[in-house]
């Protein structure tokens, strides 16, 4: 028996109407929060998100200048707005090439 077998369903009429009518999205995006990459990737999600919250609740704060005065200056956590993209470009050209010249030896 062959994997691709078992992969294989046959749709009778009443199968196939269902499998390709429009509420297949709303099904599909209702079972984005139960499938298991989104499980997965909860945990490390929820981390940045609460750094992220956590830089904008100070940098908020900074400007509003609700901060005390202990003697000191309170330090600057904006970054430019390229600084992220620029920095991560070069990585991301190197994943694509990697990824097509593995496709290419398939």
């Known amino acids: 028996m062959s994997v691709c077998c078992c992969l294989m369903q046959t749709f009778d009429l009443d199968q196939w109407a269902a499998h390709r009518s429009t509420n297949r999205y709303l099904r599909h995006v209702r079972g984005v929060l139960s499938s298991r990459i989104a499980r997965g990737l909860s945990g490390p999600l929820t981390y940045v998100g609460v750094i992220s919250l956590g830089v904008c609740a100070y940098e908020t704060a900074l400007e509003g200048g609700a901060l005390p005065e202990w003697g000191f200056t309170w330090p600057r956590l904006a970054v430019e707005i390229a600084g992220p993209f620029s920095l991560s470009t070069f990585a991301l050209s190197l994943l694509l090439v ?8 398939r």
């Open 98 to 105: 990697f990824r097509t010249n593995s496709s290419y030896q």
